[in-house]
């Protein structure tokens, strides 16, 4: 049976079971045409062009797809970069010395910090619940075969691991029991224990001389999140005592007990802006009033990077559109083919009392259950990948429930927008000319 005569055969029926309600036939066509009769339709008309309307709808399968890796790859690389911002220590504070505003200072006197700088900041910012001061030198060693390698020495208070939130790969981090008898430990980097020795397990309790002084290796370190020589921290990093430093080494104890840098760690990350400023007020107050002191956090580049991660994300969304216009596209080019195919059905509807909101309603209702469809198969696919990784591996991607939302919506709404072209083309048609249509 041809697809006209088909069509033809199925309204008759229908127009029939509606004439026995009693009811007259043009009135209850124009009053009573109830929506499940016209998904009723549409359906029909989906069975008989199956492959022409499953290829439609892939389009809107794919699109609504990506939409959902889209954001889900956006999510997950915003993640994956505030972790790591927030490894180096998210609620870390570094104060050091820039420099003083007239001749003086700018020419030897230096106004550097000092340990009794950090003890009145514990003292006097609430809220602070760490923290180290950091003095600095740099050192060459003998290793194999008589060679030597430039070192940067860095003398620290055992919190310095909390602070900046290191990871222990082999032994310990020397403690408040060696800081305070001066133990001579050290804790080196992972990639100088790997360069020396062989391995980080290998260089436990090796000895080392550091200006001219024997240390014992009692642990490796890394940091948490790669910093690529941006932190204090180099390949070749030996971490010591600052109570040692300072006692052993005369260039630590030449004025005051002078530091380059002093960290801080704040309890809670929404406290860390107050306490940032806290800090600078009460490290300014110690000095002269033209010194001029760096005290910052990690709090700006994780909102800037949290920017970043945002807009890639929109950026690669307006892509993902940009697939569902395309498969809108689709769906109109297929109904205006189906407006084309079914005009003598439209003609035989619109003889018997069907209104042009009756079509037009129809074939709005087709593109919108096609582009719905495919949205719905779409979001289930684009859902299938995040939660298949989560449960097949131990990566934790997140997954976004208002994406899904989104994805539906758009699918309907590129529905009704592509298919109210041809909806209203087919219910412009004239009814005469229609029913002549061959």
Same mark, same amino acid.
């Given at each position: 049976? $041809?697809?006209?005569?088909?069509?033809?055969?199925?309204?008759?029926?229908?127009?029939?079971?509606?004439?026995?309600? +009693?009811?007259?036939?043009?009135?209850?066509?124009?009053?009573?045409?109830?929506?499940?009769?016209?998904?009723?339709?549409?359906?029909?008309?989906?069975?008989?062009?199956?492959?022409?309307?499953?290829?439609?709808?892939?389009?809107?399968?794919?699109?609504? #797809?990506?939409?959902?890796?889209?954001? @889900?790859?956006?999510?997950? +690389?915003?993640?994956?970069?505030?972790?790591?911002?927030?490894?180096?220590?998210?609620?870390?504070?570094?104060?050091?010395?820039?420099?003083?505003?007239?001749?003086?200072?700018?020419?030897?006197?230096?106004?550097?910090? @000092?340990?009794?700088?950090?003890?009145?900041?514990?003292?006097?910012?609430?809220?602070?619940?760490?923290?180290?001061?950091?003095?600095?030198?740099?050192?060459? &060693?003998?290793?194999?075969?008589?060679?030597?390698?430039?070192?940067?020495?860095?003398?620290?208070?055992?919190?310095?691991?909390?602070?900046?939130?290191?990871?222990?790969?082999?032994?310990?981090?020397?403690?408040?029991?060696?800081?305070?008898?001066?133990?001579? /430990?050290?804790?080196?980097?992972?990639?100088? $224990?790997?360069?020396?020795?062989?391995?980080?397990?290998?260089?436990?309790?090796?000895?080392?001389?550091?200006? +001219?002084?024997?240390?014992?290796?009692?642990?490796?370190?890394?940091?948490?999140?790669?910093?690529?020589?941006?932190?204090?921290?180099?390949?070749?990093?030996?971490?010591?005592?600052?109570?040692? $430093?300072?006692?052993?080494?005369?260039?630590?104890?030449?004025?005051?007990?002078?530091?380059?840098?002093?960290?801080?760690?704040?309890?809670?990350? +929404?406290?860390?802006?107050? /306490?940032?400023?806290?800090?600078?007020?009460?490290?300014?107050?110690?000095?002269?009033?033209?010194?001029?002191?760096?005290?910052?956090?990690?709090?700006? *580049?994780?909102?800037?990077? /949290?920017?970043?991660?945002?807009?890639?994300?929109?950026?690669?969304? #307006?892509?993902?559109?940009?697939?569902?216009?395309?498969?809108?596209?689709?769906?109109?080019?297929?109904?205006? $083919?189906?407006?084309?195919?079914?005009?003598?059905?439209?003609?035989?509807?619109?003889?018997?009392?069907?209104?042009?909101?009756?079509?037009?309603?129809?074939?709005?209702?087709?593109?919108?259950? &096609?582009?719905?469809?495919?949205?719905?198969?779409?979001?289930?696919?684009?859902? #299938?990948?995040?939660?298949?990784?989560?449960?097949?591996?131990?990566?934790?991607?997140?997954?976004?429930? *208002?994406?899904?939302?989104?994805?539906?919506?758009?699918?309907?709404?590129?529905?009704?927008?592509?298919?109210?072209?041809?909806?209203?083309? /087919?219910?412009?048609?004239?009814?005469?000319?229609?029913?002549?249509?061959?």
């Amino acid at each position: 049976m $041809a697809l006209a005569q088909f069509q033809e055969a199925t309204l008759a029926i229908r127009t029939y079971n509606i004439t026995m309600t +009693g009811r007259p036939l043009v009135e209850t066509a124009r009053n009573t045409m109830l929506f499940s009769e016209i998904v009723s339709i549409a359906i029909d008309s989906f069975r008989s062009s199956k492959m022409r309307f499953i290829l439609t709808a892939v389009g809107m399968v794919i699109g609504t #797809a990506v939409l959902i890796w889209v954001v @889900t790859i956006g999510l997950a +690389g915003k993640q994956y970069a505030l972790n790591q911002i927030q490894s180096i220590g998210a609620n870390m504070v570094v104060a050091y010395w820039e420099g003083g505003g007239n001749a003086t200072v700018t020419t030897g006197a230096r106004d550097d910090l @000092t340990v009794d700088d950090m003890k009145a900041v514990r003292e006097l910012v609430p809220g602070i619940h760490a923290a180290s001061p950091m003095w600095e030198s740099h050192d060459r &060693i003998a290793v194999g075969d008589g060679k030597e390698r430039d070192i940067l020495v860095l003398g620290v208070d055992p919190q310095y691991a909390t602070v900046r939130n290191l990871e222990i790969l082999a032994g310990r981090f020397f403690d408040d029991l060696d800081s305070m008898s001066r133990e001579k /430990a050290a804790v080196v980097s992972q990639k100088f $224990a790997q360069r020396v020795y062989g391995g980080q397990d290998v260089a436990k309790d090796k000895s080392i001389k550091i200006k +001219g002084l024997p240390f014992t290796i009692i642990g490796t370190f890394r940091e948490r999140a790669e910093t690529f020589g941006q932190s204090e921290i180099a390949d070749d990093t030996i971490l010591i005592p600052y109570t040692v $430093a300072q006692s052993d080494f005369s260039e630590a104890n030449q004025v005051n007990n002078r530091v380059k840098q002093i960290f801080f760690s704040v309890s809670e990350a +929404g406290e860390v802006p107050q /306490a940032t400023e806290q800090i600078r007020q009460v490290i300014q107050s110690r000095h002269r009033p033209e010194s001029v002191y760096h005290v910052d956090n990690l709090a700006q *580049l994780l909102q800037v990077t /949290a920017r970043i991660a945002n807009g890639l994300t929109l950026m690669l969304l #307006a892509i993902a559109l940009l697939v569902l216009v395309v498969s809108g596209v689709g769906i109109m080019n297929i109904m205006l $083919a189906s407006v084309r195919t079914r005009i003598r059905e439209i003609g035989i509807r619109k003889a018997i009392g069907a209104t042009r909101r009756e079509i037009r309603l129809q074939f709005l209702t087709e593109a919108v259950l &096609i582009s719905l469809g495919g949205g719905i198969v779409g979001t289930i696919l684009g859902l #299938a990948v995040p939660f298949s990784i989560r449960f097949f591996t131990e990566y934790r991607i997140p997954i976004s429930g *208002l994406s899904a939302i989104i994805a539906i919506t758009v699918a309907s709404l590129v529905g009704v927008i592509f298919g109210t072209v041809p909806a209203t083309r /087919a219910a412009q048609l004239d009814p005469v000319e229609a029913l002549h249509y061959e």
